[in-house]
């Protein structure tokens, strides 16, 4: 019979799991709305100049505040909370300048980002340079004034998702939402809601502008001509005398610490390697019965993930109580009730449905009509699918190859020897080789078995007397009890 050995994983196997599960998030990709695709027909050049715009004043006192907000890189949950708290906390501002420079990103976080745009109190002017595509559009058409650089673009904001290396087309009620949305926020103010939608469904034709089968694109001068943008400038100094104000304070807001550490832990590959590392850490918790740095290191990944996605206001009370009561439940499930089985699959549906809870960006109605429900749940599993091969590969395969005992720390011979059947150790001593709350680890003569305490806390080290057994466990008393 093959003796039961329980390998310990070093840090250098911990730094490979990162690899590994890395890589596996990857593949899978996640949800996202940028579109690079041109529109094909266009109408012609408008011969609108800077110095043919009219100016955009502002009723507002001299020395008025005016804040500067740059939308950049990949639109995100940690870009979204930024967003949301540099136009809550400058209600007095005269206006709040939006420089825009992206190519798409997170439908939730766009949608996100548009309605706290749509409820500033102060002027908000978009400023894009270069770009404005996708998610960078919707956070466009959401502010008072759109404002474009020489050769800035605007438009492709096709929902797709990406995976498998490669981008797909959404399903329809995607694409239908995010048409409602381009077109009620274009209404909003004032602009062409026909125009919007144009940018969202190739279905969409506008004669003279778009095609059937194109997806709209416009640029400066397109953009100016249709009447989705307001003018064109050179920079922001030009922005800023368009507004006419005199002698503003301009303000820079920045992303604190909390919001960068936030948007790189809600970065999608971030996010999903913490998943992965904590179910991990779960798994092999309920394995060896025990608590190992392992199983902390996946802890502190799940505390991670749900700090990050609590910064960016993913994860409220009803999300952080379902996880709490999950671990609980599997605190339970290892330490009380070990092998009753109830409490475990109780704590990790809990922890799952936390999980899936914490992904979702907007109204459950409307993630589970648009398939980001959906989406969510499927990364969820897939990052358990992940952490349960690799825990299989970790404890089954690389302990027993040069290369994994370079990985993997073990503290008996691995290989094929002989041990007496369990109904032969009835009556002998041997000493508990983890603590026995009630369930854990005895050495009888040199052998490992997994054992239970018939009643009582029994510490590492302790000697203790096999009493019977109970399916593969033996059960143990401490020696002078028996």
């Given at each position: 019979m093959r003796s039961a050995t329980y390998p310990r994983l070093s840090f250098r196997g911990l730094l490979v799991a990162f690899v590994i599960l890395s890589g596996v998030q990857i593949a899978f990709g996640q949800k996202s709305d940028s579109d690079d695709e041109d529109s094909g027909y266009r109408p012609e050049?408008?011969?609108?100049?800077?110095?043919?715009?009219?100016?955009?004043?502002?009723?507002?006192?001299?020395?008025?505040?005016?804040?500067?907000?740059?939308?950049?890189?990949?639109?995100?949950?940690?870009?979204?909370?930024?967003?949301?708290?540099?136009?809550?906390?400058?209600?007095?501002?005269?206006?709040?300048?939006?420089?825009?420079?992206?190519?798409?990103?997170?439908?939730?976080?766009?949608?996100?980002?548009?309605?706290?745009?749509?409820?500033?109190?102060?002027?908000?002017?978009?400023?894009?340079?270069?770009?404005?595509?996708?998610?960078?559009?919707?956070?466009?058409?959401?502010?008072?004034?759109?404002?474009?650089?020489?050769?800035?673009?605007?438009?492709?904001?096709?929902?797709?998702?990406?995976?498998?290396?490669?981008?797909?087309?959404?399903?329809?009620?995607?694409?239908?939402?995010?048409?409602?949305?381009?077109?009620?926020?274009?209404?909003?103010?004032?602009?062409?809601?026909?125009?919007?939608?144009?940018?969202?469904?190739?279905?969409?034709?506008?004669?003279?502008?778009?095609?059937?089968?194109?997806?709209?694109?416009?640029?400066?001068?397109?953009?100016?001509?249709?009447?989705?943008?307001?003018?064109?400038?050179?920079?922001?100094?030009?922005?800023?005398?368009?507004?006419t104000l005199e002698s503003p304070a301009l303000v820079t807001t920045e992303l604190n610490w909390g919001e960068e550490i936030a948007r790189w832990l809600t970065e999608p590959t971030v996010s999903g390697l913490l998943l992965s590392v904590g179910m991990l850490g779960l798994m092999i918790a309920f394995y060896t019965r025990t608590v190992g740095a392992f199983t902390v290191a996946g802890f502190i990944s799940l505390a991670l993930f749900f700090g990050g996605h609590a910064v960016v206001h993913l994860v409220g009370w009803e999300e952080a109580l379902l996880f709490l009561a999950g671990v609980i439940l599997v605190v339970i499930e290892i330490f009380f009730?070990?092998?009753?089985?109830?409490?475990?699959?109780?704590?990790?549906?809990?922890?799952?449905?936390?999980?899936?809870?914490?992904?979702i960006g907007m109204p459950l109605d409307v993630s589970f009509e648009t398939g980001l429900l959906a989406d969510a749940m499927t990364r969820v599993l897939l990052s358990l699918l992940g952490a349960f091969v690799l825990a299989l590969v970790a404890m089954r395969v690389l302990s027993r190859t040069e290369f994994g005992r370079a990985l993997v720390l073990e503290t008996a011979e691995v290989g094929w020897i002989s041990a007496p059947p369990a109904s032969d150790l009835v009556g002998r001593v041997g000493e508990a080789l983890t603590d026995l709350r009630p369930a854990g680890k005895v050495v009888i003569e040199g052998k490992r078995y997994e054992a239970s305490s018939e009643r009582q806390f029994i510490a590492q080290g302790a000697r203790v007397r096999v009493i019977g057994k109970e399916g593969p466990e033996l059960i143990v008393r401490p020696e002078g009890d028996a």
């Open positions: 050049p408008s011969t609108n100049t800077a110095a043919d715009v009219q100016p955009l004043p502002i009723d507002a006192p001299s020395g008025s505040k005016v804040v500067v907000v740059a939308i950049d890189r990949t639109v995100e949950l940690g870009l979204a909370a930024f967003v949301r708290r540099a136009v809550e906390t400058n209600p007095d501002a005269a206006a709040i300048i939006f420089e825009v420079n992206t190519l798409g990103g997170r439908v939730d976080a766009a949608i996100q980002i548009r309605d706290a745009i749509l409820e500033a109190k102060p002027r908000t002017v978009a400023f894009i340079h270069p770009r404005a595509i996708s998610a960078g559009a919707l956070i466009s058409l959401a502010c008072d004034n759109v404002l474009m650089s020489e050769g800035a673009t605007i438009g492709a904001v096709t929902p797709i998702q990406g995976g498998a290396g490669q981008a797909e087309a959404v399903g329809e009620k995607m694409v239908s939402y995010m048409r409602a949305e381009m077109r009620a926020t274009a209404e909003a103010n004032g602009r062409r809601g026909d125009i919007a939608e144009a940018m969202v469904d190739r279905e969409v034709v506008i004669e003279g502008i778009v095609d059937k089968g194109k997806l709209l694109t416009l640029d400066t001068d397109q953009a100016i001509k249709l009447g989705m943008a307001d003018g064109r400038f050179d920079n922001l100094d030009a922005v800023l005398a368009a507004l009730v070990p092998g009753f089985g109830v409490p475990g699959v109780l704590g990790l549906i809990c922890v799952i449905s936390a999980l899936v809870l914490s992904l």
